[in-house]
């Protein structure tokens, strides 16, 4: 079993969800709202726009804001573009790589709905 995979797979239950009923063609802050709709429905924890603080040697070099966080434990970004190219999958990491979460999905509203799901453990991260 993966790593909070039944708090993942709920969110992937709410991402299809709103999918199938949006679609496609909407900005990225429409899905998000809706996205969190579809996660309380379902009982998760969610919390939107959550700061990101990035450091270098102790020092705040950056702030950053990812669209969801899930049960304090799962990263959600929302894109919703044609494809995920990788520049979305490395800033999923680099979120992943700045904060103790381990579990980050990437879910993509395009015309063909996509995600990607990452584990970084936190005994990997420098």
Known sequence: MLLFQDITDKILKAY????????NGFLEKVYEKALMIELQKLGLNAERQIPIEVFYEEVLIGNYFADILVE?????????????????DAQLLNYLKATEIEVGLLL????????KRRILTNDLKN
């Open 16 to 23: 299809f969800n709103v999918y199938n009923k949006l679609g």
């Open 108 to 115: 993509n509203f395009g015309p063909t709905p996509q995600f």
């Open 72 to 88: 304090h434990c799962v990263i959600v970004e929302i894109k919703a573009i044609e494809n995920l190219i990788a520049e979305h």
